[in-house]
């Protein structure tokens, strides 16, 4: 797992070093994914991850410090993984393509039904502004991803000219969250799938009918 290095005005870190923050990162972000942040105190992650309390805080002051890390891992392990994909979105068949992966994704892992992004910003955001404002930034993140694809779709005219592409990519990631939600309450996935599904058919509505269908319906 990728995590984001030290920030900026940190001392370079050797390979060793580097090895051992990351390992706190996955190890914090593998905990508070399955049990969330509240109930993952520092003394867990450091028996989780095999490093004294010392070393914990030699890579991180505080347990603000190493959630803001455990952010920016699963940005990368769920925004930036998908990014290739949707950069590669022209076409509702294309945004289909990335639907079926994030329902291939979510029935091979072995984790909770639940979003690691979402379940942080349900927990941080009423807590912790800059916790907030860094989900705030991932969420955007993905929602330009997305609208960038339906703009690339409306641009080769698949979308009618007045779809707004922001709008349809906030929707798109409501229902995900949602979809979420209801999955890991219910342990089924059979409400993600209907989010996900009705979230497609609702930028799908917006989908230009081909003149040759127009004429054929006016005989």
Not at 48 to 75: N, R, T
Not at 121 to 147: I, K, N, P, T
Not at 173 to 191: F, S
């Amino acid at each position: 797992m990728a995590v984001r290095g030290p920030g900026k005005g940190s001392p370079r870190l050797t390979a060793r070093g580097a090895a051992t923050r990351e390992r706190i990162v996955a190890a914090a972000a593998d905990l508070m994914f399955r049990q969330g942040m509240a109930a993952t105190p520092l003394d867990q992650v450091v028996d989780a991850c095999g490093v004294s309390k010392s070393q914990l805080y030699h890579y991180f002051p505080d347990k603000d410090a190493l959630i803001a890390e455990v952010i920016a891992m699963w940005e990368h392990l769920v925004v930036s993984a998908q990014k290739p994909q949707l950069d590669r979105v022209r076409s509702m068949r294309d945004l289909e393509r990335w639907r079926d992966s994030l329902v291939s994704t979510l029935r091979e892992r072995d984790l909770p039904y639940r979003c690691p992004i979402g379940s942080l910003a349900s927990e941080l955001s009423s807590r912790c502004d800059d916790a907030r404002q860094s989900l705030a930034a991932v969420f955007r993140r993905w929602q330009g991803l997305l609208a960038d694809g339906f703009t690339r779709i409306r641009e080769g005219g698949e979308l009618a000219p007045a779809a707004e592409p922001g709008e349809l990519a906030v929707a798109v990631v409501a229902a995900l969250q949602g979809g979420y939600l209801l999955a890991e309450t219910m342990q089924d996935e059979r409400p993600f799938l209907i989010a996900v599904d009705m979230a497609l058919d609702h930028v799908k509505a917006h989908v230009r009918t081909p003149a040759a269908d127009l004429t054929e319906s006016d005989n």
